[in-house]
């Protein structure tokens, strides 16, 4: 009886070993989520370190050549082109001189492989001024493996203005 139970185990140890390697021959191979998580983080924080050194063509260069829109903090920045891209910037520049960012904060990324989208809060600081925080949601596109941006908006939100706040 013994033999015949380490037989039967030996056997299903076999069994299992052989769906494990089928089975791990047929998945598709896809990077972890969290492989792609950091991929698409890195990208923020290269996103923003160009805009930051006023780099135009740094950023046009990561955005998805087949369609963009961004949505800027006034009403009016509807963006839909590397020349509206650059007329932006141009336009930043021009009032503000500098900007800088400051470490990105409450980063949260959902992707299938193919798009992943962000949520994230950053301090802003444009030229002189204060700083201010500012919420972005990016839709990112994977072309070739390489996260490029296709959409973008932003807000700067309240502080001490939400309906509780108000309620008090």
Not at 43 to 65: K, S
Not at 88 to 116: E, I
Request: charged share 20%.
């Amino acid at each position: 009886m013994r033999a015949s139970t380490q037989s039967r185990t030996r056997v299903f140890a076999i069994a299992i070993s052989a769906l494990t390697v089928a089975a791990c021959s047929t998945q598709r191979t896809m990077p972890s989520e969290r492989s792609a998580d950091a991929a698409v983080h890195e990208r923020v924080e290269e996103l923003l370190r160009r805009y930051a050194a006023n780099d135009q063509n740094g950023v046009l260069a990561m955005l998805d050549p087949q369609q963009i829109t961004f949505y800027g903090s006034d009403v009016s920045e509807v963006i839909h082109s590397a020349d509206e891209v650059r007329r932006l910037m141009r336009n930043d520049f021009a009032l503000w001189g500098t900007a800088s960012f400051g470490a990105v904060q409450d980063f949260d990324c959902r992707t299938d492989g193919t798009l992943a989208t962000t949520f994230f809060s950053v301090p802003f600081t444009p030229g002189p001024m204060q700083p201010v925080q500012v919420r972005f949601s990016m839709t990112w596109r994977n072309v070739g493996g390489q996260w490029l941006l296709t959409q973008s908006a932003n807000a700067v939100p309240t502080v001490g203005r939400s309906a509780a706040d108000l309620l008090k």
